[in-house]
């Protein structure tokens, strides 16, 4: 009677520990890179090699970092925006988006930016980049030139009538040409 040099059915578990530690290492990896939600996580660990199609190993792994602390969507989610409105004036609706790209719960992103926006108005943001782009481009005089900035803060997330209000008072143009 032939017989295994190993237990066969002991080599499943040992795979499965060396797939799960090598999962766990390049989750630590990525994690170290950047951080990242929860969704983009699993997604990138599910596209690498060996662990394609095996979703316990990658939920486990998850699981085992919560667990750990470091992964936490709503504690990612509050980061990365306070550190989005830091870095330069950005409006809540751009915020969104990006937190959208990033897979985070729309419950979860709400919550971040109302205490993102709390902090830090979006009436003081909507000023700051006035100023930054009047620094820059200088104060609009024609039409066109208000159209530009106004255009600008709504592509930087800004609500349509907090914009509105704020380019009326920050313009002063003409329409009449020979006054400029």
Not at 63 to 68: A, K, T, V
Not at 70 to 79: K, N, Q, T
Not at 113 to 133: F, N
Request: charged share 35%; with cysteine.
């Amino acid at each position: 009677m032939f017989r295994f040099p190993f237990n066969p059915f002991k080599l499943g578990a040992a795979v499965s520990d060396e797939l799960r530690r090598k999962t766990f290492e390049r989750a630590v990896k990525l994690l170290a890179a950047k951080p990242r939600s929860v969704a983009e996580l699993r997604e990138r660990l599910l596209q690498g090699k060996g662990v394609r199609g095996n979703k316990s190993v990658v939920e486990t792994v998850i699981g085992r970092l919560r667990e750990y602390g470091y992964l936490d969507d709503e504690r990612f989610a509050f980061s990365y925006a306070s550190s989005k409105v830091k870095q330069r004036p950005i409006g809540r609706r751009r915020l969104q988006r990006d937190l959208k790209i990033k897979q985070v719960e729309n419950s979860v992103a709400d919550e971040a930016l109302e205490l993102v926006y709390a902090e830090t108005p979006e009436a003081q943001l909507i000023d700051r980049a006035i100023e930054k782009r009047i620094r820059l481009r200088g104060r609009p005089k024609t039409r066109a030139e208000a159209k530009s900035l106004f255009d600008h803060l709504l592509r930087q997330g800004f609500e349509f009538e907090l914009v509105s209000e704020k380019v009326r008072s920050a313009v002063q143009y003409t329409d009449d040409p020979d006054e400029c």
